[in-house]
């Protein structure tokens, strides 16, 4: 009865993480439309969100500093790649799509992942992992409409959304290589400040647009303080959706808990429905079960890890999430 109230708890701080991830985009696009630029609303959600954060990982990294300056190379690469690349790039392609399919594009970092290592590393994908790629190339082409049955999508948004996908891949591979030593909140804390520096000094010497709106902004069809959604990207979808989704794995193990953060696609459409009254067609929305069918089938076909190894605060690595 014990474990499975745990397994309960478990999954309900999964789904929680999930769908707290999922408000990411329609928070973003109230700022955006208000005139924000993607560059300028990623910055100040991570910098937020990573200085909250910074608590519990000084907390965790107490005594324990010398492994953060061993691994900061990798948590440098972690913030340029996973945090600001992933982040801008679905941020940007929102500008141009509607949330749900720009996220499932996003999702598509997952068939990357596949391509490098088989490129890189040599590990040839397995019969299931070719499956799971082949239907989810074929549920893109139903998102995007590549039979033209209707006025297809923004390619510039498309663009952006496959970028978001090379920093999401580069998330997952990010994640798997790890110093098992490294607090998972350190890694976070850490990478979001990288992340976050880095585009505010590129906006700074002008490589970057950097230009922000503070006055009333447009979310959920009512008119607010841009602070409203500034605090939704950063505490709901920064660190309220991080915390517990640290819970969840460490409830239900990594492996467990990632496929469960595959909801946050279904739960991305339908937040961006209710607040945004954005609806994928019929064809997209099979194309999009496509695309969540081959991520899982990819995703099944992974070798079963060893037991997830415990960070120094007792917490095995968090689940991948794109949001």
Known sequence: MHTRRTAGLGLGLALLSALAFSTSGPFARSLIDAGWSAEAAVATRV????????????????????????NL?????????????????????????????????????????VVWMWAVHGQRPRLLTVGGSVAAVLGLALVLDLAGGGDGLDPVGVLWGLFAAVGLAGYFVLGARVDSALPATAMASGGMAVGSATLLLLGAVGLLPMHAHFGTVTFAGQSTSWLVPILGLAVVAGVVAYATGIGGARLLGARLASFVGLTEVLFAVLVAWLLLDELPTVVQLVGGALILTGVTLVRLDEPKPR??????????APAMTAG
């Open 47 to 70: 910098g937020i969100a990573g200085l909250i954060l910074a608590v519990p990982a000084a907390v965790a990294l107490r005594g324990r500093w010398r492994v953060l300056r061993r």
């Open 307 to 316: 037991p997830d190894p415990k960070d120094p605060d007792g917490t095995p």
């Open 73 to 113: 190379g990798m948590v440098a690469v972690f913030g340029l790649l996973g945090v600001a690349a992933a982040q801008v790039g679905f941020f940007n392609s929102i500008r141009y799509l509607p949330v749900g399919i720009a996220l499932l594009i996003e999702y598509l970092g997952v068939i990357l992942v």
